[in-house]
């Protein structure tokens, strides 16, 4: 099966790790990958130094109305795609399907679009083209495709919650050393509880809402291990977190890193996830860090309650109760966390394995080719 993936990435971040998975595990099930990602794309490296074929153009073409650049994409799409004789074009997020929908037509390819971000009405638009098979990270996400979509627009949908990479056990002895390691090389106090944050600094995912809650902690031997970049030009959002964290007297307490590309490091530091987000059509961060034996803390918003099982794998808490929230998280301080970690990680592989996964999305992949191909 020949497959080209394709993905605006500009950087990576938890959308362009469930494709990485998705490609480290093709070999298992006969896929032939590609890789086209948009010019610049760290992707394009990343599958580069893993002997994965990959081309980069100018995926922000989403019409004609730059006539010269839409021709010059095309063809180098149809080259590309031509060459490497692909069966399946799957667009890696909605944002990057606009630029192959039109020749993955013309060339009557079977079109797939995975859907990790928040949909609405708005999301017509970039279907205009039409879609062969959706595949939503979440019923969440599927409900939401169900309800904000135009009848006609998608062929098929399916759900399947993304994979995670599973960290690897290590004996206490070896973790206590690791961790003691890892907490000097960033800036961590040993004998003080941490919490962790990793992902895009922006405001949906609520780093301020955190924050607030962890400002009214009793309890004053903790840290927070903020990992990630604000992504919008002149980092707003992280500007503003920063001086939330000055007013609240927390500049002892809470650590920004910046960018981690190793977040097993990340996960082997910390003692929590703490996730507060606004809206999250999933949440991989509760996904990754059950597969590192680490609980996590998250609001109940949008996916998130599929990625945790409350009071055994994790905790939810409700987006606006400060008070509820800060009782949680002084809660979890004062508890043994081994086994709700064990708890995590087997449920994460039960429901977010990466052979699992790649062996149910082949025959979704096959299933749709054969009603694609039958249609002809």
């Known amino acids: 099966m020949r497959i080209a993936y394709v993905a605006l990435a500009p950087f990576i971040s938890g959308s362009e790790r469930s494709l990485q998975t998705i490609l480290s595990h093709c070999e298992l099930v006969n896929i032939h990958p590609i890789v086209i990602a948009h ?72 079109r797939v679009c995975h859907f990790r971000d928040p949909v609405d009405r708005h999301c017509n638009w970039w279907l205009k083209s039409g879609l062969d098979l959706a595949v939503g990270i979440s019923r969440y ?30 004996d206490s002895k070896e973790q206590a050393r690791l961790t003691h390691c890892l907490k000097t090389k960033f800036g961590l106090r040993p004998g003080y509880f941490t919490f962790g944050f990793i992902g895009q600094i922006s405001e949906v995912k609520g780093l301020d809402l955190l924050l607030k809650a962890l400002s009214t902690l009793s309890h004053k031997r903790w840290q927070l291990l903020v990992a990630g970049d604000d992504p919008v030009e002149g980092k707003p959002y992280l500007k503003r977190c920063k001086l939330l964290v000055e007013k609240y007297g927390l ?44 609980p996590s803390v998250a ?45 995590a990680r087997e449920w994460v592989e039960s429901v977010a394995n990466p052979e699992h996964y790649i062996i149910r999305l082949h025959k979704i992949y096959m299933h749709a080719l054969e009603n694609f191909n039958g249609k002809d």
């Not at 060459?83 to 037509?105: C, D, E, F, G, T």
């Not at 599927?142 to 056990?169: F, H, K, R």
């Not at 910390?270 to 507060?276: G, K, L, S, T």
């Open 39 to 110: 010019l610049g794309s760290p992707l394009a490296d990343w599958a580069t130094k893993r002997g994965i074929e990959n081309y980069t153009c100018d995926l922000t073409v989403t019409g004609i109305s730059q006539p010269l650049k839409w021709v010059r994409t095309n063809w180098q799409l149809f080259k590309i795609l031509r060459r490497h004789k692909i069966q399946i074009i799957h667009s890696n997020q909605l944002w990057s399907y606009p630029a192959v929908a039109s020749i993955a037509k013309w060339m009557k390819l079977l």
């Open 141 to 170: 996400t599927t409900d939401q495709l169900v309800q904000s979509i135009n009848p006609g627009l998608i062929g098929n949908i399916e759900t399947i919650i993304n994979p995670v990479l599973m960290s690897s056990a290590i």
């Open 251 to 294: 500049s002892d307490n809470v650590i920004f890193s910046g960018f981690i590309e190793n977040t097993t490091e990340f996960y082997q530091v910390i003692d929590v996830v703490a996730m507060f987000s606004r809206e999250e059509p999933l949440g991989r961060v509760p996904l990754e860090a059950g597969a590192s034996y680490r």
């Open 299 to 343: 609001t109940r918003v949008g996916g998130l309650p599929e990625t945790i099982v409350d009071g055994k794998t994790g905790w939810l808490v409700d987006l606006e109760d400060t008070k509820a929230q800060a009782r949680i998280l002084e809660n979890i301080m004062s508890l043994d966390l081994s086994v709700f970690g064990f708890q």
